[in-house]
C-alpha cells in the first residue's frame, strides 16, 4: 500500500474498533464503572498497571482491587487505616504484582491527591517537548519518590529504553477526547497529539506487516519510530491508530 492506501486503511480500521463493544473486553471497562474524575484516574492506572497477559484475568484482578476498595477508590486511598494495609500485603492480586505493590501504590496515591486535584498535573507537558518521554519520568519522581521498592518495577522508565505500554495505554484513556466514548478525555491541560501508541505484542507485529516500523524490539526507540509515521497520518490525534493496530492484532484480520 502507498501513503494514501495506507493512511485510509488505518482510519477505517480505527473507526471499526473504536466503539462502544470494544469496552466489554477490554480492561479499560474497570474505570468506567465511575464517573468521579479521580475514582476515573486510579481506577484506570490500576487496570493499566495489571495490563499483561490474558485480558479476562485482568479484568478479574481488577475487580478484586476494586472490591478490597469497597468499589470506592479515591475514598479508600484517602481514608485508609493501617488495619486497612495490613489486611492487604499478603494478599495475591496479579501475578507479580502483589499485596504489597498494592499497599505501596494506595500510599502514594494519598500523597498525590493531598497535594493535587488529579494525576494530570503529574503528567503535563513542557513546551519544548513532543512526546510523553520526559513526563513520564517526572510522574514516575512524583509518584515512586526516591527510595527503591519492589513497586518500582511496575511502572516502567522510556528512560531505561522501556516501551511504557501501560502508561502510554493509560495516558490514551485520561487525554483522548472523541464522540465514541470508549476514550475518557477527563485530562483537558494535555494534548492528545503528544499520545503515542501504547506498543505491545500485537500492535508491534501488526506495524511490522503494514511496514510501519523496521525496529525488531518493542521498545521507546521504537515506540518513537511510530510516532513519525502515525503522525504523518494524523498529527492532531495519533494515538487513534491503537484502535486500528490492537484490533488488527487481535482479531487476527490481517495476517
Known amino acids: 500500500m502507498n501513503f494514501e492506501e495506507l493512511r485510509d486503511f488505518l482510519n477505517e480500521k480505527s ?12 480492561p479499560i471497562q474497570i474505570p468506567h464503572r465511575f464517573s468521579l474524575k479521580q475514582d476515573i484516574e486510579i481506577a484506570g492506572f490500576l487496570a493499566a498497571t495489571i495490563s499483561w497477559g490474558n485480558r479476562k484475568s485482568i479484568i478479574r484482578s481488577a475487580e478484586k482491587m476494586l472490591d478490597i476498595m469497597g468499589n470506592s477508590p479515591y475514598d479508600f486511598v484517602m481514608n485508609f487505616s493501617e488495619k486497612d494495609l495490613d489486611s492487604i500485603r499478603d494478599k495475591s492480586i496479579h501475578r507479580t504484582f502483589n499485596g504489597e505493590d498494592f499497599t505501596y501504590f494506595i500510599q502514594q496515591f494519598n500523597k498525590v491527591y493531598r497535594e493535587n486535584e488529579s494525576l494530570e498535573n503529574l503528567f503535563l507537558i513542557k513546551d519544548s ?20 521498592h519492589r513497586s518500582h518495577k511496575h511502572v516502567s522508565s522510556p528512560y531505561k529504553n522501556s516501551s511504557s505500554k501501560r502508561i502510554i495505554m493509560f495516558l490514551r484513556w485520561m487525554v483522548r477526547k472523541d464522540k465514541r466514548s470508549v476514550d475518557f478525555g477527563i485530562w483537558e491541560n494535555i494534548d492528545p497529539k503528544y499520545l503515542s501508541i501504547p506498543l505491545d505484542v500485537h500492535t508491534g507485529n501488526i506495524s511490522r506487516k503494514l511496514s510501519l516500523i523496521t525496529r525488531t524490539q518493542n521498545d521507546w526507540k521504537t515506540v518513537e519510530e511510530l ?10 490525534d495519533p494515538a487513534k491508530y491503537d484502535f486500528a493496530l490492537f484490533g488488527l492484532g487481535v482479531s487476527k484480520e490481517f495476517l
Do not use: M
Open 227 to 236: 510516532d513519525q509515521v502515525i503522525r504523518q497520518f494524523d498529527d492532531k
Open 15 to 26: 473507526d471499526q474498533y473504536n466503539n462502544y463493544d470494544f469496552i466489554e473486553d477490554d
Open 129 to 148: 517537548e513532543f512526546n510523553f518521554l520526559h513526563a513520564i519520568e517526572r510522574f514516575r519522581t512524583s509518584f515512586l519518590e526516591t527510595s527503591k
